[in-house]
């Protein structure tokens, strides 16, 4: 029979854990996700199912914060949207008669078509009691902090109220076959919509990943609201490592902070909108990092929140190229971002005609012309303005429509003098540190230590320090990290860095002491990097001139005792071989030379790699023949190395190289023009 429905009489007859299941929702299993006070469904979105004050079944989306409610809620957004194939709103029903109509004829399904699913009980839920979001089911209060004090972020900034519970470690266990379970604890970052967490950023050491399902394309990271007081601004970075690493550089009380957990998406604009909104905050402070996609995110900021009197969108992205449009009829803001844009334009050709060489023309160079800023007036009130998508061009764009157009906030942009404000972090910490030697001790301990005293106690340990004074402008992106990285990858170690006085104006000036070992393996590369940074044109290399002399005095002494004792090969069981392929080697490395004099590189780089082959097996065969075949044809193609000693040499030793090791075979030997090494022996490989 035909139920007569009311909505009241739905509730109490339909159970909304079988209604999803009869829709194709399944329960997740596996874990107690509710601890006895909900359950979560999956299907084309993830629901938390839990018992509301009286009994009634409520729900809520984990995806979709406007989809929550009762069970009539359910089946009303389920008509609405038409998400799901079968729920419809049928042509002369109304939105209520159709919710009637779909669960009428649910409650008129066979009993045995309906589904009955077997629960655990669960508990109504408390007034006023919070659910736990699924995102954080696995994640603790902040423990291990490991990962970010690794990266600068001091213990006091993690304890201060703005941070504390905003920051999370995430417990993920996994267990192999016949190995004992292993648990990971990764630094977790809630990502918030509308107050509720949607999503987990994970962070640990050289891993970076999310939750499942996580919904950063509408989220944000965010700190707490200040206590005590109202926040006066709201500090936006792209990571929440970076947004840390600002807090803890420029400590603001009355600050809220915020990350876009490396994108910037339409949606998180209305979020930060609705923040500054509901908070009552007057100013937002893009800190975006200092390279192009960063300045990038400055533009879509300034578009997402320009004010009705001069709409800004934009309308075109290329890799190389963006376009933007701007609606206004205050012709005066037009002009003045146009002025400001053309002196961009002079700056930069004055660089480039004075770098290039070329003559000053009014015709200009695509080189040119590709990285300048040019624009178009498209109708009455419309202007297009074309930017190269790079760092100088964007920041010039932004800075001129941020300063001559109406927002409908404040809107500060502000840079790191690195690449992020992480990068600034552990710059200034570096330079506040002070080991020993060079520039001094710490006063407790008495005393201080010259510069000559600290080479003198480097010079008894067989050590040298130097010193590399780095200066540039503010305005400029950071160079020095990348410098320290070059220096410590040669092999020198920085022993500390020191900011000096600057008499330039907004010029930062550093000085790094290094140390280096006079017996180092990496001497070489040591040497070449000390002689490549002496040539940068924003360093200055404090080095005493005989302890230069002498590095590269040892270098060159290590250079010829390597070419004089000749390449070390794994000896085999046949000596012919082995001396085959000392000469082959030999020969191979003067016709190499030769090869490449003559436009021959590619052969030369099928020599070489033979000789690597040839250290660790005696026989030269599979695609190494094929390769010697192609050197060898170039050769014969050139009479002056075809006759050559070296290539002569060459042949000979392929004929021992290209027989088995077992056949017996006559021993080659060197010819007089190319003196023979020695074979050094060598212990059983590993």
């Not at 629960?119 to 736990?132: D, M």
């Not at 609606?327 to 050709?349: E, I, M, Y």
């Not at 006079?518 to 940068?536: N, R």
């Not at 404090?542 to 794994?570: C, K």
């Amino acid at each position: 029979m035909e139920h007569e429905l009311t909505f009241q009489k739905i509730k109490e007859q339909v159970e909304l854990p079988e209604l999803l299941s009869h829709f194709g929702y399944t329960l997740k299993k596996g874990e107690h996700l509710g601890r006895g006070k909900w359950h979560v469904f999956e299907g084309d979105d993830t629901l938390v199912v839990f018992k509301g004050r009286g009994g009634d079944w409520m729900y809520f989306n984990a995806q979709d914060d406007r989809d929550k409610g009762s069970v009539i809620d359910w089946m009303k957004n389920r008509v609405s949207s038409g998400r799901i194939a079968g729920i419809t709103q049928p042509p002369g029903r109304n939105l209520w008669q159709a919710v009637n109509d779909h669960f009428r004829a649910y409650l008129n399904l066979p009993e045995a078509q309906r589904p009955r699913l077997e629960l655990p009980p669960i508990a109504e839920t408390a007034p006023g009691e919070k659910f736990h979001s699924i995102f954080t089911k696995d994640c603790r209060p902040l423990e291990d902090t490991s990962y970010l004090e690794e990266r600068g972020i001091s213990p006091a900034t993690l304890r201060h109220p703005q941070f504390v519970g905003r920051i999370l470690n995430h417990r993920h266990t996994v267990q192999r076959a016949g190995l004992p379970p292993k648990t990971f604890v990764n630094t977790a970052f809630p990502a918030y919509h509308a107050g509720r967490v949607v999503g987990l950023e994970l962070k640990g050491a050289g891993f970076k990943g999310q939750a499942p399902e996580s919904q950063f394309s509408r989220s944000l990271w965010l700190s707490r609201l200040p206590e005590g007081r109202p926040a006066t601004v709201l500090v936006v970075s792209e990571s929440a490592l970076d947004t840390l690493s600002y807090a803890q550089l420029h400590p603001q009380e009355s600050a809220l902070y915020a990350s876009t957990a490396g994108t910037l998406t339409q949606n998180k604009i209305f979020e930060l909108k609705r923040l500054l909104r509901e908070e009552q905050i007057p100013a937002i402070r893009a800190a975006f990092d200092n390279d192009t996609q960063g300045h990038y995110f400055d533009t879509k900021l300034l578009a997402g929140f320009a004010s009705e009197q001069n709409p800004i969108k934009i309308v075109r992205e290329h890799p190389h190229l963006l376009t933007v449009e701007i609606n206004t009829a205050n012709l005066p803001s037009v002009q003045a971002v146009s002025q400001q844009l053309k002196a961009f334009n002079a700056k930069l050709r004055d660089q480039y005609y004075r770098e290039s060489g070329e003559p000053v023309s009014p015709a200009i160079p695509q080189t040119l012309r590709d990285e300048l800023i040019s624009s178009a007036r498209q109708g009455p009130n419309t202007y297009q303005f074309h930017v190269p998508m790079n760092r100088e061009a964007l920041g010039s764009f932004n800075r001129a429509i941020g300063r001559h157009l109406q927002y409908e906030q404040k809107i500060e942009l502000i840079k790191s003098q690195g690449k992020h404000w992480n990068e600034d972090l552990q710059q200034d910490q570096l330079r506040g540190v002070v080991k020993r030697e060079l520039g001094g001790v710490d006063e407790s301990q008495g005393g201080k230590v010259t510069p000559q005293q600290a080479q003198a106690e480097a010079h008894q340990q067989g050590e040298r320090l130097v010193v590399v004074q780095f200066r540039e402008s503010r305005d400029t992106m950071s160079q020095l990290t990348q410098v320290q990285q070059s220096l410590e990858k040669a092999g020198l170690t920085i022993d500390h860095s020191l900011r000096l006085d600057s008499t330039v104006p907004r010029e930062l000036a550093t000085a790094i002491t290094l140390r280096y070992s006079l017996v180092s393996p990496q001497l070489p590369a040591i040497s070449q990097a000390l002689d490549t940074v002496a040539a940068h044109p924003r360093a200055t290399l404090i080095e005493p001139a005989q302890h230069a002399a002498e590095r590269r005095q040892l270098v060159a002494s290590r250079q010829q005792a390597e070419q004089q004792a000749g390449p070390q090969i794994l000896p085999s069981d046949s000596p012919a071989h082995d001396q085959a392929r000392l000469s082959f080697m030999q020969a191979a490395s003067s016709l190499a030379k030769e090869l490449r004099e003559s436009g021959a590189g590619l052969e030369a780089a099928f020599l070489q790699q033979l000789s690597k082959s040839l250290l660790r097996q005696p026989e030269i065969k599979g695609i190494d023949q094929e390769n010697l075949q192609k050197v060898m044809a170039r050769v014969d193609k050139l009479p002056a190395l075809s006759e050559s000693p070296a290539a002569q040499q060459l042949r000979q030793a392929v004929h021992v190289l290209t027989t088995p090791a077992g056949a017996a075979v006559q021993q080659v030997q060197p010819q007089p023009e190319l003196p023979a090494p020695d074979v050094r022996k060598r212990g059983p490989r590993l």
